[in-house]
């Protein structure tokens, strides 16, 4: 089984920015990715950046040039830095630990923490 804890949501105005983390623990081994998806009410749940145990990331279009996922030295936790916030971009944020495949697809685990809630509005 797979643990993950995110932390770093809140509540922010358009044009700000958050730094969000997930502390990972289990059995993180038998993957060889990490991702984040958010998911507004009503809503389905999508996916926004992922990162291979390598580094290598590949983002939601409309991320793009605003957000920057990365890991620590220990990679057991994953970062999301959010610049340019935009109200459109109000959802809770869910890390997952999965798989990516040499075309850049990637497959979720079925494990998922509880999310951190991300807020923009003035």
């Known amino acids: 089984q797979v643990q993950l804890v995110e932390s770093g949501g809140g509540l922010v105005q358009p044009g700000g920015s958050l730094r969000l983390s997930c502390a990972a623990s289990g059995s993180i081994f038998a993957y060889n990715a990490m991702a984040w998806y958010r998911q507004a009410p009503g809503k389905q749940r999508e996916l926004v950046a992922s990162?291979?145990?390598?580094?290598?990331?590949n983002y939601e279009d409309s991320v793009k040039g605003r957000f920057t996922c990365s890991r620590d030295n220990a990679k057991n936790t994953v970062y999301l830095q959010m610049n340019s916030l935009k109200p459109e971009d109000t959802a809770r944020y869910y890390c997952?630990?999965?798989?990516?495949?040499?075309?850049?697809?990637?497959?979720?685990?079925?494990?998922w923490g509880q999310g951190t809630q991300v807020t923009v509005s003035s």
């Open positions: 997952n630990a999965g798989r990516t495949t040499s075309g850049g697809a990637y497959y979720f685990s079925p494990y």
């Open positions: 990162i291979t145990n390598g580094g290598i990331t």
